[in-house]
Nanobody, 125 residues
């Protein structure tokens, strides 16, 4: 059974950087597409980025394009989200999610069966 654990969140000032990690256990992650979603209180989860199993293809939401970079190290069973130039509106709980498919998408939470517990990111102005 695949389990995902996020880490790396925290409280930072506007303009700072953070790197989130999503570590998988129970399976070999290279057979899974992985996405990052985020959620603020009272709203649904917003998909922001995804990466296919090989790492050769990625996607980004317009809200983070050019500032965030998704990557993976399959030898470590880990997917990363490098977040630069953080803004207060990036404050949210960030979740990673995995699906045993080739293609990745971040348009719908329903495309992913496996989720981590989330890590809080707070950006102060």
């Amino acid at each position: 059974q695949l389990q995902l654990v996020e880490s790396g969140g925290g409280l930072v000032q506007s303009g700072a950087s953070l790197r989130l990690s999503c570590v998988a256990s129970g399976v070999t992650l290279d057979r899974y597409a992985v996405a990052w979603f985020r959620q603020v209180p009272g709203k649904g989860r917003e998909g922001i980025s995804c990466i296919i199993g090989s790492g050769d293809s990625t996607g980004y939401a317009d809200s983070v394009k050019g500032r965030f970079t998704i990557s993976r190290d399959n030898a470590k069973n880990t997917v990363y989200l490098q977040m630069n130039s953080l803004k207060p509106e990036d404050s949210a709980v960030y979740y990673c999610a995995a699906d045993p498919g080739y293609y990745c998408s971040f348009f719908s939470v329903h495309e992913y069966d496996y989720w981590g517990q989330g890590t809080q990111v707070t950006v102060s102005s």
